[in-house]
């Protein structure tokens, strides 16, 4: 069970995002916001990029929850953009931040997270031997991630799960030639 003072804090600390850069957020600012005291904070989180870091986490597992098992690479995709579409403003202020490299490491692991789910779904109960599995999951986590971070440092200008779902149509059938091709090789 959380705490109340630390869902206090992360909600403070989102609403904050949304209004100002990472960089202009302090641990005074937090703690007046939320109206808990300095001490409190410490309690919980060690720093501010501790604070950042179950925050990003927690909104994943929360939208991966909520996601259910993807049947389509298009809603995989989609999946990993949502929490910056619900969040634009403080997406864009953690993104032009000095810890980018959290964020980007949060986001990887989404990607990976519901690419996971995508693979067990599209190959069911096919023998795909692990490397091949491995090789498939690894280059679709990294095209969700390379899709999501050209429009996030494109400024989120474009309708992405347009953009998504344009690709799964250009690539359609294309998981399963390689599913179909790794078990050929193992046959």
């Not at 995002?17 to 109206?35: A, F, N, T």
């Not at 927690?58 to 939208?63: E, G, L, T």
Request: glycine share 6%; hydrophobic share 40%.
């Amino acid at each position: 069970m959380t705490s109340p003072a630390r869902e206090a804090l992360k909600s403070s600390f989102l609403r904050l995002l949304e209004e100002r850069p990472l960089r202009e957020i302090s641990v005074k600012d937090l703690v007046q916001d939320c109206g808990v005291n300095r001490n409190t904070f410490y309690y919980h989180f060690k720093d501010i990029p501790a604070l950042l870091e179950e925050l990003v986490m927690d909104q994943a597992d929360a939208i991966i929850a909520a996601q259910g098992p993807s049947l389509s690479l298009a809603d995989c995709l989609e999946t990993a953009a949502r929490f910056a579409q619900e969040h634009r403003q403080a997406v864009l202020h953690i993104n032009q931040s000095a810890h980018r490299s959290l964020f980007e490491l949060c986001l990887m692991d989404i990607c990976r997270r519901v690419v996971e789910d995508y693979a067990a779904a599209a190959a069911g109960g096919l023998p795909i031997p692990a490397e091949d599995r491995e090789v498939i999951i690894r280059f679709y986590q990294c095209e969700c991630f390379g899709q999501v971070m050209a429009w996030l440092n494109g400024g989120m200008r474009y309708d992405i799960g347009k953009q998504f779902r344009r690709l799964c149509q250009l690539g359609e059938g294309m998981t399963e030639r390689m599913l179909r091709r790794a078990m050929e090789t193992t046959a």
